[in-house]
């Protein structure tokens, strides 16, 4: 995948997989329309099915530099239950809690211990439509700092984000920026609407298929800022049968 944000500069995104498991991520950045190894990573993961899964995950620079290890640990279920992190300034492990209540479904995140971070899935139906919630609280040294709630409809697609930051005198969330997304009749996003206090902020996404509106796109552009992306698409026919 290219994400361009001008014709010289671009990022270039590789993945390779063997037996649908990713085993390789690349990301390689290129400035002036040259390649930059200082900025650009390669992500390498080995998997463990000796008993639950394990995945272990190497990063290192183009400059064959080490930068940072994840071991990740799941259960017989496959939920993530613990990430080890390794470094060279040491070595931090998050444990995953998992709570079902009243319908709603929260997964929480401690970092060495300390409240890291918290998901909280419920549902609501409006307009004779269920929706999705996803409300994520973010922690800074275990005291609470951010959230921000996310609404999905059936098929997945956000229709909206408000950002909440906290306020240490009421001890409560106060709503700052709230985000809708509208999308045409192929699900595809064409518009995104920013509101706060002291902004609007309006984009527009228009697509390039490749066989017309029909078929796959292979060019975003994203405008006022007129940034784009592009997708080079292969198609493999099936052979015939003898």
Same mark, same amino acid.
């Given at each position: 995948?290219?994400?361009?944000?001008?014709?010289?500069?671009?990022?270039?995104?590789?993945?390779?997989?063997?037996?649908?498991?990713?085993?390789?991520?690349?990301?390689?950045?290129?400035?002036?329309?040259?390649?930059?190894?200082?900025?650009?990573?390669?992500?390498?993961?080995?998997?463990?099915?000796?008993?639950?899964?394990?995945?272990?995950?190497?990063?290192?620079?183009?400059?064959?530099?080490?930068?940072?290890?994840?071991?990740?640990?799941?259960?017989?279920?496959?939920?993530?239950?613990?990430?080890?992190?390794?470094?060279?300034?040491?070595?931090?492990?998050?444990?995953?809690? #998992?709570?079902?209540? $009243? *319908? /709603?479904?929260?997964?929480?995140?401690?970092?060495?211990?300390? %409240?890291?971070? =918290?998901?909280? !899935?419920?549902?609501?139906?409006?307009?004779?439509?269920?929706?999705?919630?996803?409300?994520?609280?973010?922690?800074?040294?275990?005291?609470?700092?951010?959230?921000?709630?996310?609404?999905?409809?059936?098929?997945?697609?956000?229709?909206?984000?408000?950002?909440?930051?906290?306020?240490?005198?009421?001890?409560?969330?106060?709503?700052?920026?709230?985000?809708?997304?509208?999308?045409?009749?192929?699900?595809?996003?064409?518009?995104?609407?920013?509101?706060?206090?002291?902004?609007?902020?309006?984009?527009?996404?228009? #697509?390039?298929?490749? $066989? *017309? /509106?029909?078929?796959?796109?292979?060019?975003?552009?994203?405008? %006022?800022?007129? =940034?784009?992306? !592009?997708?080079?698409?292969?198609?493999?026919?099936?052979?015939?049968?003898?």
């Amino acid at each position: 995948m290219v994400t361009r944000y001008n014709e010289a500069d671009y990022d270039v995104m590789y993945y390779k997989y063997r037996d649908s498991l990713l085993i390789e991520k690349r990301s390689e950045t290129y400035r002036d329309n040259k390649f930059d190894p200082a900025t650009s990573i390669a992500h390498f993961f080995e998997l463990d099915t000796t008993e639950n899964l394990i995945i272990t995950e190497k990063i290192f620079s183009y400059d064959k530099e080490f930068l940072d290890q994840y071991v990740y640990n799941y259960d017989d279920k496959g939920d993530l239950t613990k990430m080890v992190r390794t470094n060279n300034e040491g070595t931090d492990e998050t444990l995953v809690e #998992y709570k079902k209540y $009243k *319908g /709603e479904y929260t997964i929480t995140y401690l970092l060495n211990d300390v %409240p890291l971070k =918290s998901i909280r !899935t419920s549902f609501q139906t409006k307009n004779g439509d269920k929706q999705k919630i996803v409300l994520t609280k973010e922690y800074l040294k275990g005291e609470a700092n951010k959230a921000y709630e996310e609404v999905f409809d059936t098929d997945g697609k956000l229709l909206a984000q408000q950002e909440f930051e906290f306020d240490a005198q009421s001890k409560k969330f106060v709503p700052t920026v709230r985000t809708t997304f509208d999308y045409d009749k192929n699900g595809m996003l064409i518009e995104e609407i920013q509101r706060g206090e002291n902004i609007l902020d309006k984009k527009e996404y228009l #697509y390039q298929y490749d $066989k *017309g /509106e029909g078929g796959n796109w292979v060019k975003q552009i994203v405008t %006022p800022e007129n =940034s784009y992306t !592009t997708r080079k698409i292969t198609y493999y026919g099936q052979k015939e049968l003898n």
